[in-house]
């Protein structure tokens, strides 16, 4: 079957690596990290204060959170830096206001196309291509229709550098275990190009419904949500993936310049304890990755315990990876909160050179109830679905009632084979969703607890589809029969945003999509003259009604 793409990305950009050498526990430099040495010690090169002064925005005000900060924590920082200056420079940099940053979704619009229509006054980040810095401090972003169109992300800078430091090309398998907010996975994606498979899974379950708006809110298609436990994701899909990206829950030190709880929760106990949680998770997630797939570990503290400490316990442990790059970076030698991230290569002779090892429905269950009696969390749903694949749909009046909602919304589906080739990858989930899923995966993925897998077309009521928000949103790659389109400033698409009818063309019938600047937000239904609105009641921006 030809590789045809129905969504498509919108710029397939050519990514400059900015980790360019790899070499055995040699550190990566890139611009506004600070630098290790192969005896993990820190060495005195850093971003200039000019240079740091021409990436990062002014100050917006003083947070005066230096006088606040942990004493333990004071004390430990300043024995890890070299020098007084720099200790001092770390320090001072908490008087500063936090950087805000967005990343640009090239799943739906290109980065030029996004820099010509951004309203707010930003500057190109040096940890990412798709990453712009915002030099303003605007108010409301999160309800601007660009954001409910899912044309960006708002993610903290330093955060950016994982994506890139797990070099991830368009059909690999990746899972990104602990995956909540969906910044990663978002970013993930965009590498993707809307191929191969994305598995993002996310413990705890309302973090996890979470993650399934955000993804669905990009236009991803080749997502997984799972909520699992690490050990039942271990379970069903050992040596499975070429990437596995672990973003692991810490102790939070580089979140204390935006978030005072974060301070008010640190403790080096707590510390220790994140250590010893984030050693469980890297057992569980080195069984997943693939002979010669990669591991990417990260954090966004400052902790050495957490951070290289972790990976060389996780190598003594396990000497069939190799440690390719480590980077640290610091509020004050970046734009931004600060992080760290390490990315390891299991080695190919170490292991069988297969995919997916079975596992067992009752391993995989009994992994997940082992998790949810640690956590104290009933189970909600039984662990095992009655049926190990999902049908394609088969039934010749669903598939006729399918054929006729494409063709009447969708100018593509006029030809045949487009048609079919897209009916091929329709299937059916357990609770009776329709959804599009171009993508391969194994059996064992539906022994774990699904959200949401691919992007859901609709539901098939008294021989007509009623289709889904979700499916108008990741039709990037496809060609609207009816489809209006607002600017981001027009009060026709405030109205729709609200929960309200808009007017159309008398002549307009049917299914249309909603578009903010050619990019589809939504959709409604025209009659007389009227489009009836069909944008989620929850997803209404309150402050447009």
């Known amino acids: 079957m030809p590789d045809r793409r129905f969504f498509d990305c919108a710029a397939a950009e050519t990514q400059r690596p900015l980790f360019a050498n790899r070499f055995k526990f040699q550190i990566q430099i890139v611009k506004g990290m600070r630098i290790l040495n192969s005896n993990n010690t820190f060495s005195d090169e850093a971003f200039s204060d000019s240079s740091y002064k021409t990436q990062c925005p002014q100050p917006i005000c003083g947070s005066g959170i230096e006088s606040k900060l942990p004493p333990a924590f004071v004390k430990r920082m300043r024995s890890d830096f070299e020098t007084k200056a720099e200790f001092e420079r770390f320090i001072a940099c908490y008087s500063d206001a936090p950087v805000r940053a967005m990343r640009i979704n090239t799943l739906k619009i290109s980065k030029e196309r996004f820099i010509d229509l951004c309203p707010w006054q930003t500057k190109q980040s040096e940890l990412l291509n798709e990453g712009l810095i915002l030099t303003e401090n605007p108010e409301h972003i999160g309800t601007h229709p660009y954001h409910i169109a899912g044309l960006f992300y708002m993610q903290e800078p330093s955060a950016m550098s994982v994506v890139e430091a797990a070099e991830i090309a368009p059909g690999m398998r990746v899972l990104d275990l602990c995956a909540a907010p969906g910044g990663k996975s978002g970013g993930i994606a965009a590498r993707l190009c809307g191929r191969g498979i994305l598995v993002s899974n996310e413990i705890i379950p309302n973090r996890a419904k979470l993650l399934a708006r955000n993804l669905e809110r990009l236009g991803i298609v080749n997502a997984v949500v799972t909520s699992a436990h690490p050990d039942a994701v271990a379970e069903a899909l050992p040596q499975y993936f070429d990437r596995v990206v672990v973003d692991a829950p810490c102790s939070g030190e580089g979140m204390f310049r935006k978030d005072p709880t974060a301070i008010a929760e640190w403790s080096p106990e707590h510390v220790s304890a994140c250590a010893k949680r984030q050693r469980q998770i890297l057992e569980s997630a080195c069984r997943c990755v693939a002979p010669g797939g990669k591991l990417i570990y990260s954090t966004c503290t400052f902790s050495r315990e957490e951070n290289e400490g972790e990976i060389e316990e ?128 194994h059996k064992n993925l539906l022994r774990l607890r699904i959200l949401s897998l691919g992007v859901e077309v609709g539901e098939l009521l008294k021989g007509r589809l009623k289709p889904c928000h979700s499916f108008f949103v990741a039709c990037h790659g496809l060609h609207f029969r009816n489809k209006i389109d607002f600017s981001s400033e027009s009060d026709e698409l405030r109205r729709y945003l609200s929960g309200n009818t808009v007017p159309v063309p008398v002549n307009m019938r049917g299914f249309a999509a909603v578009s903010v600047d050619g990019c589809a937000l939504g959709f409604g239904k025209a009659v007389d003259g009227v489009l009836k609105n069909h944008f989620p009641k929850g997803l209404a921006v309150a402050a447009f009604r």
């Open 314 to 441: 996780f190598c003594r442990m396990h000497p069939e990876f190799t440690v390719e790059m480590q980077h640290r970076l610091y509020p004050h030698t970046c734009c931004g909160e600060g992080h760290f991230a390490a990315r390891l290569q299991r080695n190919r002779s170490s292991f069988p050179d297969t995919s997916a090892l079975p596992a067992s429905a009752e391993a995989v269950c009994t992994a997940q109830k082992k998790a949810e009696t640690r956590s104290g969390r009933a189970k909600r749903s039984a662990c095992v679905p009655e049926a190990d694949t999902l049908p394609r749909i088969k039934d010749k009046a669903e598939i006729a009632a399918l054929t006729e909602f494409l063709r009447d919304s969708f100018q593509d589906f006029d030809d045949e084979s487009i048609l079919n080739e897209f009916l091929h990858e329709v299937r059916r989930m357990p609770d009776g969703r329709i959804v599009y899923a171009p993508f391969t995966f």
